[in-house]
């Protein structure tokens, strides 16, 4: 290519955006002849696609380091806990019911053992706090609440295998309708809805999840008045 024509070609691709080194690999040309043909034009603005990719670049060691430094400081806390004794989950367990389980209310008397919850973890959590109690797996009572469009017969076996039932073990699963105006976020493969686990003939346990939790409020209050004084 004749001189002439590689510096209108320069400058053709220097209007369009490109950088000089990607006008010297374009043309094979040293990088000096670039930008003495090109110097006159005004610097190409960056695309939001390029000042993005040049964000994330800037910002990805900064991110592995946070991501490594995050995933350590986990480790480390669950390392800290060890073997919890039967005393440690019965107290984490009323914590976690009187936070997440159903409640009696002054408009809503109900006294009625009932936990709902979208994490499987918090389920095996609930289960065991149950067992140790001496609620027979025979009181409980399982049936998934999913969004309509989701996988339902996916999530129906998934939960049943958390709660270590058969799928025809669970009741009739409630589907939520779809909004089309709602722009959902809880989706893919990994969105299974919620389970609820119902104890039956409960309202006796229930009075006593009330009087535990608010048996450990006061040994909380007491604690901390005599640490004031």
Same mark, same amino acid.
């Given at each position: 290519m004749a001189?002439?024509?590689?510096?209108?070609?320069?400058?053709?691709?220097?209007?369009?955006?490109?950088t000089y080194d990607e006008i010297v690999a374009e043309l094979g040309v040293p990088k000096s002849s670039v930008s003495l043909w090109v110097r006159d034009l005004p610097k190409p603005r960056k695309t939001p696609e390029q000042l993005h990719a040049m964000r994330e670049a800037r910002w990805a060691p900064?991110?592995?380091?946070?991501?490594?430094?995050?995933?350590?400081?986990?480790?480390?806390?669950? /390392?800290?806990?060890?073997?919890?004794?039967?005393r440690e989950l019965f107290l984490v367990g009323v914590g976690l019911y009187w936070a997440e389980?159903?409640? /009696?209310?002054?408009?809503?008397?109900?006294?009625?053992?009932?936990f709902i919850n979208s994490d499987p973890d918090m389920i095996r959590l609930y289960l065991s706090w149950l067992d140790l109690l001496g609620i027979e797996r025979s009181r409980l009572r399982f049936h998934v609440m999913i969004h309509e469009s989701a996988d339902v017969k996916g999530a129906e076996a998934f939960w049943a295998a958390i709660a270590r039932v058969?799928?025809?073990?669970?009741?009739?699963?409630?589907?939520?309708?779809?909004?089309?105006?709602?722009?959902?976020k809880n989706v893919g493969g990994g969105y299974h809805g919620c389970l609820t686990v119902r104890?039956? /003939?409960?309202?006796?346990?229930?009075?006593?999840?009330?009087?535990?939790?608010?048996?450990?409020? /006061?040994?909380?209050?007491?604690?901390?008045?005599?640490?004031?004084?």
């Open positions: 001189k002439p024509d590689m510096r209108a070609r320069a400058r053709e691709l220097r209007t369009a955006g490109c900064h991110r592995a380091a946070q991501q490594v430094k995050r995933v350590e400081t986990k480790r480390g806390a669950a /390392s800290e806990i060890g073997r919890m004794t039967d389980g159903s409640k /009696s209310k002054a408009h809503r008397p109900e006294e009625r053992v009932t058969e799928t025809s073990a669970l009741g009739k699963t409630t589907l939520k309708k779809h909004n089309p105006k709602t722009v959902r104890v039956t /003939s409960s309202a006796d346990l229930y009075r006593r999840i009330e009087g535990w939790w608010y048996g450990i409020v /006061s040994s909380a209050r007491d604690a901390d008045q005599a640490n004031r004084t």
